[in-house]
């Protein structure tokens, strides 16, 4: 995306070194070196089981590593010694499940963290949130409870949560995997809209349209391994290894 190019940092503001992961005996993340750059979208794809949701929970440390380096922002998140707390406010996440909470209308799920955690005054929590929801386009919905919403409105409202604790990097983990078709477009157009402001954004998703339009680079991680690094183009167009063509031939 050439948009995407021309407000890219040339700092990597996530830095990945030989990083391993296991559960158990399970060996789920080999060797991961990989640098994220400020203002990058990268999109992160292959087959179930292949690691990519531990791939993105270790960035806010929601899966902590067992060897090798991850720095976020200067943050040696490798090291059990940092403060979590100060490394997650850096980072927004957006899952596949909502995870709103419902007895909380709209606008209480979104001021949550900002008034809780940031010590925001709600008067100015409120204000901000409403712009969020402006954002997200659906500032008509703030005194709704989730139930009320789709599952698409519900998922934009998880994305203002998101965005009001005011992070460097947000993190999207399958986030239109549960919607209904029709809703999965309002979904990517906000985060479309994110990428283009210069938010830095890690995403896993099997949507090949979005990551076409709208990644600086793809991954493809399967077995735990990344398999192949590369732009959109060169992901669709001359994929440089058997296995990623094979693997698109089936989604695409
Ligand atoms: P993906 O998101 O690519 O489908 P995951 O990162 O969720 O892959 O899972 C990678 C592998 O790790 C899978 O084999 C999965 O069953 C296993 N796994 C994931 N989370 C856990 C866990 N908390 N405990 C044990 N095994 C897990
Ligand atoms: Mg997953």
């Known amino acids: 995306m050439d948009v995407g190019k021309a407000r890219m940092g040339t700092r990597p503001i996530i830095s990945f070194r030989q990083v391993n992961k296991w559960f158990g005996n399970l060996h789920v993340l080999r060797d991961i070196t990989l640098d994220i750059y400020e203002g990058e979208v990268v999109v992160i794809f292959g087959p179930s089981g292949g690691g990519k949701s531990t791939l993105i929970r270790t960035i806010n440390r929601l899966e902590p ?63 901000l949130a409403m712009q969020l929801l402006e954002r997200v386009g659906i500032p008509e919905k703030a005194h709704a409870y989730p139930a009320q919403l789709s599952g698409g409105q519900q998922q934009r409202v998880a994305i203002a949560r998101g965005l009001a604790m005011r992070p460097k990097i947000m993190l999207f983990d399958e986030p239109t995997s549960a919607l209904d078709p029709e809703m999965i477009k309002e979904v990517l157009d906000v985060m479309e809209d994110l990428a283009r402001e210069g938010m830095t954004m890690v995403v896993v998703t099997h949507e090949m349209g979005f990551a076409r339009h709208v990644a600086d680079r793809m991954v493809f991680l399967e077995g735990g391994r990344i398999v192949e690094i590369g732009t959109p183009d060169e992901i669709f167009e001359n994929p440089r290894h058997e296995r990623t063509r094979v693997f698109l031939s089936q989604v695409l």
């Open 65 to 127: 590593i067992d060897s090798g380096e991850l720095w976020v922002d200067g943050i040696p998140v490798h090291d059990p010694r940092i403060n979590v707390n100060r490394l997650r406010q850096e980072i927004g996440m957006v899952f596949q499940q909502f995870n709103l909470f419902p007895h909380l209308t709209v606008l209480e799920n979104i001021i949550l963290g900002p008034v809780h955690v940031k010590k925001i005054p709600r008067a100015e929590a409120e204000r």
